[in-house]
């Protein structure tokens, strides 16, 4: 289930073969503590370089599931576009300056992204042959992104300034944007039909951001910024455990402050149960279904970022170095069970797809 990059996170025969509730609870978070070096010595993993793909300069891994195959995009040649990177062999998906930002389990495999300009949602499915769908605009609508997918085909993203869920079978459910805000886009969506969203207000500044978990009620629950705070971004969620969900994110102080949070909430109360937050300058953008936390670490030298990607796990911050000479990684998606994290991360002056696998429990 699962995100076009930029830096406030956050922030898109064979086919070509890519209501508002505010929260019930008012818990105070309570910071990780730093590097836990027991966890980083244990956790052993691996990790891959899957390439620029497609004949390009550059790729980027956005999805993956716990058997391995990845959706992402690759660009910026003759053959830039969506990919789906399945059981090993890699599939172009149909779709000019297209890009698959989350995929789903099961079979078909269905693969969520947007395709041409201005960008138009499309939902690819993957199982005898591979089918693309566009997922319906408003006729006033020009543009429009699926950014998450569930295994039933479920998709959520915006169109054009709303945000938006289209069920498998293709009907179109627009989420009213709250008061305050003037334009939204869902993140992730779960079997359950419970879904992240993030809201603007005017002009998109990094102080007018606000995440969401909506439940499949409608009911939308508000992802409050740490104390001191003032916008947060909530980038991924977990299936339903014991009747909870997990809930990845950023808060905010400032364009230059800013920690990755884990939010656990009921989702039958819409209470907020924890709020855990990272001392790490970092952004949370995906969440296992035992609330792992994939994501990465940002650091400025001589004003020049620099990123780790991390696995936060429990109170441990685990840092995935990527294969070889790269650097500079990025995580973007982890699989449900958390063993396996999907990113990028820099080869020479190329980028390219990483997945890591993680091989302790």
């Not at 970092?282 to 696995?311: D, I, K, M, Q, W």
């Not at 069970?337 to 080869?347: I, P, Q, R, Y």
Request: hydrophobic share 40%.
């Amino acid at each position: 289930m699962r995100q076009m990059l930029r830096r406030l996170v956050t922030a898109t025969g064979s086919a070509l073969a890519v209501t508002i509730a505010a929260a019930c609870a008012t818990d105070v978070p309570t910071a990780a503590p730093p590097t836990d070096p027991v966890l980083a010595r244990a956790a052993a993993y691996t990790s891959i370089d899957i390439g620029a793909l497609l004949g390009n300069y550059s790729s980027q891994a956005k999805g993956v599931n716990d058997a391995g195959d990845v959706a992402g995009y690759s660009c910026c040649g003759a053959g830039s576009g969506a990919f789906a990177r399945v059981a090993g062999t890699v599939i172009s998906l149909a779709g000019e300056g297209s890009a698959a930002l989350a995929i789903s389990y099961g079979s078909p495999l269905y693969v969520a992204g947007y395709t041409g300009s201005p960008s138009q949602p499309v939902r690819w499915s993957i199982g005898a042959s591979t089918e693309t769908t566009f997922l319906p605009l408003l006729p006033d609508e020009t543009f429009g992104a699926a950014r998450g997918i569930n295994d039933l085909g479920d998709a959520v993203g915006n169109a054009g300034n709303q945000a938006a869920i289209w069920s498998g079978a293709g009907v179109r459910t627009t989420v009213p944007t709250p008061v305050g805000f003037v334009r939204g886009e869902g993140r992730g969506i779960n079997n359950a039909g419970h879904a992240v969203v993030v809201f603007f207000a005017a002009g998109s500044s990094w102080s007018g951001v606000r995440g969401y978990l909506r439940l499949a009620s409608g009911e939308l629950i508000e992802m409050p910024p740490l104390s001191g705070d003032v916008t947060t971004y909530a980038n991924d969620l977990s299936e339903v455990t014991d009747g909870s969900v997990h809930v990845a994110g950023t808060s905010r102080t400032s364009p230059y402050v800013f920690r990755s949070v884990r939010w656990k909430v009921d989702v039958t109360t819409g209470q907020i149960l924890t709020t855990t937050v990272r001392d790490e300058m970092s952004h949370g953008l995906a969440v296992s279904n035992a609330g792992g936390v994939a994501g990465f670490l940002e650091t400025n030298a001589e004003r020049t970022p620099r990123f780790n990607a991390y696995l936060w796990r429990g109170t441990g911050l685990l840092k995935l170095n990527p294969p070889g000479s790269g650097k500079d990684g990025r995580a973007w998606a982890i699989s449900q069970s958390g063993h396996l994290v999907a990113g990028e991360a820099m080869f020479g002056v190329s980028r390219h797809a990483v997945l890591w696998t993680i091989l302790s429990p």
